[in-house]
T-cell receptor, first 112, second 116 residues
Framework: NAGVTQTPKFQVLKTGQSMTLQCAQDMNHEYMSWYRQDPGMGLRLIHY???????DQGEVPNGYNVSRSTTEDFPLRLLSAAPSQTSVYFC???????????FGEGSWLTVV | AQSVTQPDIHITVSEGASLELRCNYSYGATPYLFWYVQSPGQGLQLLLK??????LVQGIKGFEAEFKRSQSSFNLRKPSVHWSDAAEYFC??????????????FGSGTQLTVLP
């Protein structure tokens, strides 16, 4: 049981490049979400999903796309990376009837 | 809208001393409350959580937290700090958004330094 797995752990991008952060969970959790962590700001919600085929925006969705074609996977896409997207990204998941959210190990992204 | 405030950005304590990290929240209903810890370069580890019932909750690594509804607080405590407790601590409140997705609102974090 691997829990929530994020890849890559570290990535450097050039401004304007695109990339996808992968997130997978093997706990059959219905709810998945992406947060970004910036110094002094805690974690902020980017996008979330309540089940396969359903996604919605969080607090800071601009510049990011998501999709949820399967229960297990919830990739986060940066279409045209900007330096303001330099951050640590955390994927999280939760069982539908539960209240505890489980986090991945984080992905450190630098946009130069 | 819900919010979480951690008023102390940085706290320094000596090893063996007691610790209290403050957390205040603003939320219209009874919240789900969490404390997470993050070591440098690591992910978030859940220390403890409060959903209902006994307002004093015990967590891992000897931590405890007390929910005080009248003060809208959920302070984290440890009677004797170890050097390995040096990390950043995040308080979070869970809420139900549209679609019944329980997401978390985080405080800005408190960095704990432990002196030998």
């Amino acid at each position: 049981n691997a829990g929530v797995t994020q890849t890559p752990k570290f990535q450097v991008l050039k401004t304007g490049q695109s990339m996808t952060l992968q997130c997978a969970q093997d706990m059959n959790h219905e709810y998945m979400s992406w947060y970004r962590q910036d110094p002094g700001m805690g974690l902020r919600l980017i996008h979330y999903s309540v089940g396969a085929g359903i996604t919605d925006q969080g607090e800071v969705p601009n510049g990011y796309n998501v999709s949820r074609s399967t229960t297990e996977d919830f990739p986060l896409r940066l279409l045209s990376a900007a330096p303001s997207q330099t951050s640590v990204y955390f994927c999280a998941s939760r069982y539908g009837g539960g209240n505890t959210i489980y986090f991945g190990e984080g992905s450190w992204l630098t946009v130069v | 809208a819900q919010s979480v405030t951690q008023p102390d950005i940085h706290i320094t304590v000596s090893e063996g001393a007691s610790l209290e990290l403050r957390c205040n929240y603003s939320y219209g209903a009874t919240p789900y409350l969490f404390w997470y810890v993050q070591s440098p370069g690591q992910g978030l580890q859940l220390l403890l959580k409060y959903f209902s019932g006994d307002t004093l909750v015990q967590g891992i690594k000897g931590f405890e937290a007390e929910f005080k509804r009248s003060q809208s607080s959920f302070n984290l405590r440890k009677p004797s700090v170890h050097w390995s407790d040096a990390a950043e601590y995040f308080c979070a409140v869970g809420f139900i958004s549209s679609g019944s997705a329980r997401q978390l609102t985080f405080g800005s974090g408190t960095q704990l330094t432990v002196l030998p």
